[in-house]
């Protein structure tokens, strides 16, 4: 039941972040931190449907790492999640066609190889 | 002369310092978060399997709620930094988030943390050394999708 659960939050947590790189791609940079003009841009971005879908695979991700938190401990559930880290990477190249450089792909790499040792 | 409505560059904050002070704040609220939240859930019992409700009684327990609200700020700030960020750059470099998970559960809930752990501490500490290293913005202005 553990596995199944982390693989639910894997998938949404996921989607979540590759439908929230788009969505404030979409919005524009964040350049005016002033209280008035924060306000207006979160009505914005709410209105934005792939923040939207954003919130909602958050919303699942979140329960569900809850359900997981309550069967496993943190310093397994945490790092475990981070599957979700390689899947968010290949989709920033493939889908949303960043630029990832040589010194990104092996951090990214090192990262990974250490959040697997992390959940051991 | 009366003095002018600031222009855009005066109150913009540099890509740099905003990007650190954002990565520091999408850190900091993840860890505290998580934290807070796994303290809230150790005495709940297991919530898999049990009613729907059990989700939103917890939901009142002090600790879960902190945790909502540092997750909360998490989700704002990372929306923030990805406004001008790569999505390739913001997993790696707050990744370090983890480490710091591990950490704060073994000196504030008394986790244990293994020699295995502490090399995969070391081994995001390189990765986030180099993706920190990278431009924040690499991909060449944003290609509409």
Known sequence: MKWLILAIVIVSTTFGDVLQALGMRRHGEIDDFRPDSLGRQALQA??????????????VAF???MALLSVADVS?????????????????RTLLKEHIDTRRWAGAALVAFGIFLLSR | MPPSAPTKPERA???TAKTRLFTLIVIVS?????????????????????PVLGYITVLFNPWVAVGVVFLIVWFLSHMTLLSWADLSYVLPVT??????????????????VSLVRWG????????????????????????QL
Not at chain 1, 76 to 92: E, H, K, N, Q, R
Request: glycine letters at 16%; one cysteine or more.
């Open chain 2, 95 to 112: 990744a370090i988030g983890y480490a710091l998970i591990a950490l704060g559960g073994r000196v504030f809930l008394h986790e244990s």
């Open chain 2, 120 to 143: 995969g501490i070391a081994f995001i500490v390189c990765g986030v050394s180099l993706v920190g290293g990278t431009d924040p913005r690499a991909t060449p202005e944003k290609k």
């Open chain 1, 63 to 65: 329960f569900s790492f």
């Open chain 2, 30 to 50: 993840n860890v505290i978060g998580n934290l807070a939240l796994s303290h809230g859930l150790r005495n709940t019992g297991s919530l898999v399997g049990g």
């Open chain 2, 13 to 15: 904050l540099s890509l």
């Open chain 1, 76 to 92: 397994f559930a945490s790092p475990a999640t981070a599957g979700s880290y390689v899947l968010d990477t290949i989709l920033a």
């Open chain 1, 46 to 59: 709410i209105r934005n449907p792939a923040i939207g879908g954003a919130v909602f695979a958050m919303t």
